[in-house]
């Protein structure tokens, strides 16, 4: 299993917004995503530490992570103190 962890600090997310974590195994053999919704679950001006997400990577030979929020144009967050735990 892979564990990815990260901060980040809302700069101007909408309540529309998510905040997504995406991964692909493989060459694009395997892909999934996390997303955390924005509505009534983050305030802008603010850190969010320690949100994470685990998925299988067993028998993997590559493996692709990233970050990226869903929503309006405009949209920004600051991506900090991301770890990556686990084996492929």
Known sequence: RIKVSFSFYSVNLQHSD???LEYELDNGA???HKCW?????FENSRWYDNMSFE????DA???VIGLKVE????DHVLIDSVSVQGQI
């Open 18 to 20: 998510n905040v997504c």
């Open 61 to 63: 030979n590559s493996l």
């Open 37 to 41: 919704s924005t509505l009534h679950a």
């Open 30 to 32: 395997v892909t999934g």
């Open 71 to 74: 929503g309006d144009l405009g």
């Open 55 to 58: 998925f299988d990577a067993s």
